[in-house]
């Protein structure tokens, strides 16, 4: 994986104008005030031999790891983010996107607003639903975290 691109794309996504409707955008999907950038997927996962996929979820969440320390000395050192905490509450609140959706795929994020965009950017990896891909994610969006 090439952390120096995904640094990139993330701070293009940073400054880019958000588009006003749902759809594919940037290597990923964005809608009105979020992009979700797919930094890397695996390839032929869905719903395939669990020991593997633990393997790539493994190598992601290294990746995911190397993003932070790379980002946190631009936009400080954060604790990794309990996605499940906001799943939980998607049953009794709304929860705005790109929020909900990354806590439906993710377990775990690493988020820091960025200094000087008015945008939250989070890195985390996909691997909730085990008849999907396993996928590293960028969200970038002007909505606060819940």
């Given amino acids: 994986m090439n952390s120096v691109r995904h640094i990139a794309l993330v701070d293009e996504l940073c400054s880019r104008p958000f588009p006003p409707e749902h759809g ?14 797919v ?3 695996s390839h ?11 393997v790539t979820v493994g190598q992601y969440e290294t990746c995911r790891d190397a993003l932070y320390e790379r980002l ?14 906001v799943l939980l509450r998607t049953e009794e609140e709304d929860i705005p996107e790109p929020w909900a959706g990354l806590c439906a795929r993710a377990r775990v994020a690493y988020l820091w607003e960025a200094e000087g965009t008015g945008r939250w950017v989070a890195v985390a990896v996909a691997d ?19």
């Fill in 72 to 85: 946190a000395p631009r936009w400080g050192e954060t604790d990794p983010w309990n996605l499940q905490t």
């Fill in 24 to 37: 594919p955008s940037a290597g990923g999907t964005g809608g009105p005030g979020h992009f979700v950038a």
């Fill in 39 to 41: 930094l890397a997927s």
């Fill in 128 to 146: 909730r639903d085990e008849s999907d891909e396993v996928q590293l994610l960028a969200v970038v969006t002007e909505t606060a975290p819940p």
């Fill in 44 to 54: 032929g996962l869905r719903a395939g031999d669990p020991a593997e996929r633990a």
